[in-house]
C-alpha cells in the first residue's frame, strides 16, 4: 500500500469532469459525521481537517491512492442528505456524482445510522451505474448492540457492501475492493407506482442519446420532479433550441398525464420521497439487528440531558467555563516567562544594531516599534490559544458540539434565521473569517448574509488573548481570581451569543425580513478523542498558523505605530492629534481617546490593539516590558484606568468591527462592498451606542 500526493500540475479543478480516460476516479460519497473525510486522508495520505459537524467539507479535495501497482484518483466530494439539491454541498455532491467522468462511487455509510444514509445510497444508485458501499465503525456499533449483515445487504441493494473502520484504519483496502468488484452487479432501482414509471420511461427515451455516462432515469426524474439545476444542465448540454423545445415539450405532455392520474408535480415529489424512506426502512429491517444495550441506553439518556432545554445550556455554559478556567491557569505562568525570555533579548539586539553602526532612529523603529510590538503578541497570544484550541478541539473531536449546535437551534431559529448558523457561531471562537467562508453551507441567501453580518460579534481567537489579561488584571475575586476570571470570561462569551441573537433579530426584522428555513443536524455518536492528532492538529493548523499569522501584521504594525507615535508636527505627535480628536466620544464610552485609536490602528488584527494601548501609555514612545497582568494593570492603572473602563472596553472588544481579513473575506463572499461596510457598520454602532449606555448608567449609580 503506497500514499501519494497528486501534485497541482496533474489535478485541475475540473478534474472529476475532465479526468484522463487512462484515470480511475473514485467519488467518495455520503451523509455528513459518516467519517468519509476520514476515509479519504487515511488512503490517500493528505490531510485536511475532519470536523464533527454537518457542512464541515464545501469543496472536493482529490489525491492518489496506489494499491498493487495500480492508481486509482480518489475524490472527496462534500457530505450530503440528499442529491435532490437544498445547499451548496449538496448541489457540489449532486453535480460531481450526475454529470463528473467517474468510474465508481463508494458511498461511505455509519453503522449506527445506517437507515438514515441508505436513503442516500438508494438516490446514489439510481444516478450512477457503478456504486459499492462501505459501512464504518461497524465494530463500534455491534458493541452497542447494533449488527450489520452485509450479506443481506448485498443482495437486497445488488452492488457490493463492506465493513471498514475509518478512524481505526480497518479494512480501508475494502473501499479499492469493493469498486473493483462492482463492474457486474446491478444497483437497485426503487420501484414506484405504475405511472410514475411510465412517465420516467417517457423522459429516459429522450435523454438516451444525451446523457450516454449518467444513469437516465435519475436525471428523467429530477427533470419531473422540476428540479431547476437539473434543467439548466439539460439545457447547457443541448446545442440547439429546437431540442430543448422538445424535452421540455414532452415533459409538460407526461406531466398532464400523470395530472390527469391525480399526480401534481408536487404529489410525485412526495410520493418519490415516501417511497425511497420506505425502501431504505424495508431494507434496515431485513439487514440490521438491534439488541438492547446499555452502552445504547446511556448515549440516549446522555443526549437527552446535553441537549435538554435547561440541562443542556447549564451543561455547555459549565463546559465553556471550566476551559476558560483551565486556560486562564495554565496560560498566565507560562505567559510571564515568555515574555521575560523574549523581552530580555530587547537589550543584546541594541548592542548589535550599535555594533552594526546602525542609525539610532532605526535601531528604535525595529526593536522598539517592531520586535517589541511582537514580543508582546506572541508572549500573550501563545499560551492561552496552545490550551484552549486543544481543550475545544476535545469536544469537537468527541462529537460535543454538534450538541451545541442543536442547543442553539431554537434559539437562532426564534430570531427568524437559520439554525446553521448556529454552525457559524462556533466556528467563528476560532477565526470570524473562516466562519463567514463557513456561511456557505447556509443555503439561503438572506439567511447566509444575516450570519455573515452577526458574525463579528463572536470573539475571536485574536480577542481572547486581550480579554483573559484585562479580565485577570482588573477582575479578580482574592484567591478565586482564577476561577472568578474563568466565569467572567464564560459570562462575557455568553453576552456575545446573546448579542448576535439579538443582531439576528433586528435584521431579520428589518433589512433582511424572511421566513426561517429548517435543516437536518444529524447527533454523531460520542467518540473516544484521539488524543496525539488532536495535539498536533491544534498546534500546527490553529495555534501556529493564527500565531503566524499576528506576528506577520504586528511587527510592521509596530513600526507604523513608533512612527506615528514620535513624527511630531508642531511639537505634537501624529497620535496625540488622532488621540486629541476621539477623547470626547471615547470618554462617552467609558474609556478615552487613547484607547479609541488604539482599536483603529489595530484593525489589521485584533491581536495588537492591547500592544499598541500599553505602547502609547507607556511613556507615549515605546512599549516597556511587563509580568502578565500585573505589568498591565501597573501601566493601565497610572493612565487613569479604573474597573468601569476596562468593563467598557471588555465590552467594547466584544462589539467592534471586524479585523481587516474579515472584512476582505465578507467582500469576498457577498460581491459587495456595501455589506462589507453594513459588517463593519454594525457592531460598531452596537458596541458604542452599549458602551455610552453602560457608562452612564455606571456613572449614575
Not at 27 to 49: D, E, M, W
Not at 187 to 205: F, Q, R, T
Not at 583 to 605: C, E, H, R, V, Y
Amino acid at each position: 500500500m503506497i500514499f501519494k500526493k497528486r501534485s497541482k500540475e496533474e489535478i485541475s479543478d475540473n478534474y472529476i469532469y475532465n479526468k484522463p480516460k487512462e484515470d480511475k476516479l473514485i467519488l467518495l460519497a455520503g451523509n455528513p459525521n459518516v467519517g468519509k473525510s476520514t476515509v479519504f486522508n487515511a488512503l490517500t495520505g493528505l490531510r485536511q481537517h475532519t470536523g464533527n459537524w454537518t457542512g464541515k467539507t464545501v469543496m472536493s479535495a482529490i489525491g492518489t491512492y496506489e494499491s498493487k501497482g495500480r492508481k486509482y484518483t480518489i475524490a472527496d466530494i462534500p457530505g450530503c442528505y440528499s442529491l435532490k439539491a437544498h445547499s451548496t454541498e449538496e448541489r457540489c455532491a449532486a453535480d460531481a456524482i450526475s454529470f463528473g467522468n467517474s468510474d465508481g462511487v463508494v458511498v461511505i455509510c455509519n453503522a449506527f445510522n445506517l437507515e438514515r444514509n441508505l436513503n442516500l445510497v438508494l438516490q446514489i444508485c439510481e444516478a450512477h451505474k457503478n456504486v459499492a458501499v462501505c459501512i464504518n465503525m461497524s465494530d463500534e456499533a455491534e458493541k452497542s448492540g447494533i449488527f450489520v449483515n452485509c450479506k443481506i445487504l448485498e443482495e437486497s441493494l445488488g452492488i457490493p457492501v463492506r465493513k471498514i473502520n475509518a478512524r481505526k484504519k480497518k479494512g480501508l483496502e475494502n473501499v479499492v475492493s469493493a469498486f473493483n468488484e462492482n463492474k457486474n452487479n446491478k444497483p437497485l432501482k426503487v420501484s414506484y407506482s405504475k405511472n410514475i414509471e411510465y412517465a420516467i420511461h417517457m423522459i429516459e427515451k429522450v435523454f438516451k442519446k444525451t446523457f450516454p455516462k449518467s444513469d437516465n432515469r435519475y436525471m428523467a426524474l429530477r427533470f419531473l420532479e422540476g428540479d431547476s439545476d437539473t434543467e439548466k444542465k439539460i439545457m447547457s448540454f443541448y446545442e440547439s433550441k429546437s431540442d430543448t423545445a422538445e424535452i421540455f415539450s414532452v415533459r409538460k405532455k407526461t406531466l398532464e398525464f400523470l395530472e390527469n392520474n391525480g399526480i401534481t408535480q408536487s404529489k410525485l415529489r412526495e410520493s418519490v420521497a415516501i417511497t425511497l424512506d420506505k425502501t431504505a426502512e424495508r431494507i434496515c429491517k431485513m439487514a440490521v439487528l438491534e439488541k438492547d444495550d446499555k452502552k445504547n441506553r446511556a448515549q440516549t439518556l446522555t443526549d437527552r440531558i446535553l441537549t435538554g432545554k435547561i440541562s443542556g445550556f447549564l451543561i455547555m455554559i459549565l463546559l465553556l467555563g471550566c476551559i476558560f478556567y483551565i486556560t486562564l491557569i495554565g496560560a498566565n505562568n507560562i505567559s510571564d516567562y515568555l515574555a521575560k525570555i523574549l523581552f530580555s533579548f530587547e537589550k543584546p539586539l541594541i548592542y548589535t544594531f550599535e555594533f552594526l553602526h546602525f542609525p539610532k532612529m532605526l535601531t528604535d523603529v525595529i526593536v522598539n516599534g517592531g520586535y517589541k510590538v511582537l514580543s508582546w503578541v506572541i508572549s500573550v497570544m501563545l499560551p492561552p490559544m496552545a490550551i484552549f484550541f486543544p481543550l475545544f478541539t476535545i469536544l469537537e473531536d468527541v462529537g460535543y458540539l454538534p450538541r451545541v449546535a442543536f442547543n442553539l437551534d431554537r434559539a437562532f431559529k426564534k430570531c427568524k434565521s437559520c439554525g446553521k448558523q448556529a454552525l457559524t457561531t462556533c466556528m467563528a471562537f476560532g477565526c470570524n473569517a473562516a466562519a463567514v467562508s463557513g456561511a456557505r453551507i447556509i443555503d439561503s441567501p438572506r439567511e447566509r448574509l444575516i450570519a455573515i453580518l452577526t458574525n463579528a460579534f463572536i470573539p475571536c481567537n485574536g480577542r481572547f488573548p486581550a480579554l483573559i489579561c484585562l479580565i485577570s488584571a482588573f477582575l479578580p475575586l482574592g484567591f478565586l481570581s482564577f476561577g472568578a476570571s474563568a466565569l467572567y470570561l464564560t459570562a462575557f462569551v455568553v453576552f456575545s451569543v446573546l448579542m448576535s441573537l439579538f443582531a439576528s433579530w433586528v435584521l431579520s426584522k428589518t433589512l433582511l425580513k424572511g421566513i426561517p428555513s429548517s435543516f437536518a443536524l444529524e447527533l454523531p455518536s460520542f467518540r473516544k478523542p484521539q488524543i496525539g492528532q488532536i495535539i498536533v492538529r491544534s498546534l500546527l493548523s490553529r495555534t501556529i498558523f493564527v500565531l503566524a499569522r499576528a506576528a506577520v501584521v504586528a511587527f510592521p504594525a509596530g513600526i507604523v505605530l513608533w512612527l506615528v507615535v514620535n513624527i511630531k508636527v508642531s511639537g505634537t505627535s501624529l497620535i496625540n492629534y488622532m488621540i486629541s480628536f476621539l477623547d470626547p466620544l471615547g470618554k462617552l464610552m467609558g474609556m478615552d481617546g487613547t484607547m479609541l485609536a488604539s482599536f483603529i490602528l489595530g484593525i489589521p488584527a485584533n491581536e495588537i490593539v492591547l500592544p499598541i494601548a500599553l505602547m502609547i501609555y507607556s511613556s507615549g514612545s515605546v512599549l516597556t516590558s511587563f509580568e502578565s497582568s500585573r505589568g498591565i494593570l501597573e501601566i493601565l492603572s497610572n493612565n487613569g484606568w479604573t474597573v468601569t473602563t476596562a468593563v467598557c472596553v471588555i465590552f467594547f472588544f466584544i462589539m467592534h468591527w471586524p479585523c481587516s481579513t474579515t472584512l476582505m473575506t465578507v467582500k469576498k463572499e457577498t460581491d459587495s462592498f456595501l455589506w462589507a461596510f453594513v459588517s463593519f457598520l454594525l457592531p460598531t454602532l452596537f458596541g458604542i451606542l452599549f458602551c455610552m449606555a453602560l457608562n452612564f448608567v455606571i456613572s449614575v449609580f
